[in-house]
């Protein structure tokens, strides 16, 4: 009888220890499943060669929380956990910039008379399967190209007035602009546009790091040339902005 006891004693026991590791482990990716994202079960990393391609995963275009909620919950967050962001928020954050909504190529921000000037990097600090280094994002087929694989980070902080949320970031997002395709329409105007435009695309990253419940700030900031010369981008790139992203302590 009490041998019965104890075996039945035992399952329960057993029972309990795997509901609270399975507890646990679903709780982890709660965030990321309540903002409807993929769960990416390893952090390995794809090693990578400069000038490889990356398909970035699908993006969700329902999330779960009301535009209203993300606009109050924005706010210019500085500091940042240590987590790694994961492939899916960054693809996600990315397509929020500069995402294809139509079949005529039009973005998720407006442009003046569809130029487009807008290019988007990305410096990776700590991103799952990505190794550290600069990237640029492709909004026509979803994609991140490998540009140079070096770790810059502490570089762009000094060259942005030793801003720490550049080092701290799972991702820097980086702006940049041809200033000459929306110019060669509109002259001197062009420039006006370009900044507008600038100011569009950011404050979709804004609201999507919000409803992603991820932190973010604007970085306007720092000492241009230096920057670029950091990112050693092709020079017709101007960088109007930096956005660090991160997750929440
Ligand atoms: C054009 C512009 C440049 C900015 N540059 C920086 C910057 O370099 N570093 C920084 O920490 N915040 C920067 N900010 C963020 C502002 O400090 C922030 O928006 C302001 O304190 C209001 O806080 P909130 O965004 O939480 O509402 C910038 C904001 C704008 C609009």
């Given at each position: 009888?009490?041998?019965?006891?104890?075996?039945?004693?035992?399952?329960?026991?057993?029972?309990?220890?795997?509901?609270?590791?399975?507890?646990?482990?679903?709780?982890?990716?709660?965030?990321?499943?309540?903002?409807?994202?993929?769960?990416?079960?390893?952090?390995?990393?794809?090693?990578?060669?400069?000038?490889?391609?990356?398909?970035?995963?699908?993006?969700?275009?329902?999330?779960?929380?009301?535009?209203?909620?993300?606009?109050?919950?924005?706010?210019?967050?500085?500091?940042?956990?240590?987590?790694?962001?994961?492939?899916?928020?960054?693809?996600?954050?990315?397509?929020?910039?500069q995402?294809?909504t139509?079949?005529?190529?039009f973005r998720t921000a407006p442009s003046a008379g569809a130029t487009f000037p807008l290019?988007?990097?990305?410096?990776?600090?700590?991103?799952?399967?990505?190794?550290?280094?600069?990237?640029?994002?492709?909004?026509?087929?979803?994609?991140?190209?490998?540009?140079?694989?070096?770790?810059?980070?502490?570089?762009?902080?000094?060259?942005?007035?030793?801003?720490?949320?550049?080092?701290?970031?799972?991702?820097?997002?980086?702006?940049?602009?041809?200033?000459?395709?929306?110019?060669?329409?509109?002259?001197?105007?062009?420039?006006?546009y370009?900044?507008n435009e600038i100011g569009h695309a950011?404050q979709n990253?804004?609201?999507?790091?919000?409803?992603?419940?991820?932190?973010?700030?604007?970085?306007?900031?720092?000492?241009?040339?230096?920057?670029?010369?950091?990112?050693?981008?092709?020079?017709?790139?101007?960088?109007?902005?930096?956005?660090?992203?991160?997750?929440?302590?």
């Open positions: 009888m009490l041998k019965r006891i104890g075996t039945i004693f035992g399952v329960f026991i057993l029972l309990g220890i795997i509901g609270f590791m399975l507890f646990n482990s679903l709780r982890g990716n709660s965030k990321e499943q309540a903002a409807g994202l993929n769960i990416e079960e390893s952090s390995e990393n794809f090693n990578l060669k400069e000038g490889e391609m990356i398909k970035l995963p699908e993006v969700v275009k329902d999330g779960q929380i009301s535009l209203e909620k993300a606009l109050t919950l924005r706010r210019s967050i500085r500091s940042y956990a240590s987590d790694a962001l994961s492939l899916s928020e960054l693809s996600q954050l990315l397509w929020s910039a995402g294809i139509n079949e005529r190529g290019e988007m990097f990305v410096v990776v600090n700590n991103v799952n399967k990505l190794n550290r280094g600069i990237y640029h994002y492709n909004p026509h087929d979803n994609t991140l190209k490998v540009i140079h694989l070096k770790d810059i980070s502490a570089e762009l902080m000094r060259a942005s007035l030793s801003q720490s949320m550049i080092t701290e970031a799972g991702a820097v997002l980086v702006f940049g602009a041809i200033f000459e395709r929306t110019m060669a329409r509109y002259g001197e105007r062009g420039i006006r370009v900044h950011s990253v804004h609201l999507q790091a919000a409803a992603l419940d991820l932190g973010t700030v604007v970085i306007g900031a720092y000492r241009d040339e230096e920057v670029e010369e950091v990112l050693n981008l092709d020079p017709e790139i101007k960088v109007l902005y930096m956005m660090p992203v991160g997750k929440l302590k």
